[in-house]
Every structure is written in C-alpha cells, then in structure tokens.
C-alpha cells in the first residue's frame, strides 16, 4: 500500500456537509469519500499514473 500523507483542508462548510452525507450514504469514512472523489476525478482527467505490475497484483 501506498504510503499516507496527512494534508490540512480548509474546504467549505456547505461542501463538507454534502460530502459527510455521500460518505455517509456510501458507508464510507469522510477521509475516504475525499479520496475516493478525488481519485476518481484524477481517473477521469488521465492524471492518475499507471499501476505498476507489483500494484496490479496487490489489489
């Protein structure tokens, strides 16, 4: 597994409650909802690297 960074987010309240709720809703952690969103908006951009081969066969 990749290794974790802490980041401080000043991030609207509006924004922060919407997102407990998707969390919430998807049964996830608030961190996680953060990163599930942004690494799927990474994805879609084609900004994420490519797995290597060691991390394709670990998840």
């Known amino acids: 597994m990749s290794e974790k ?3 401080p987010l000043r991030i609207n309240a509006d924004v922060l409650a919407a997102t407990q709720r998707w969390a919430d809703d998807e049964l996830r952690s608030l961190n996680a909802q953060i990163e ?3 690494r799927d908006a990474l994805r879609k951009a084609g900004r994420l ?3 290597t081969s060691s991390q394709e066969s670990k998840e």
């Open 5 to 7: 960074k802490a980041y």
């Open 36 to 38: 599930y969103m942004l």
């Open 49 to 51: 690297p490519k797995p």
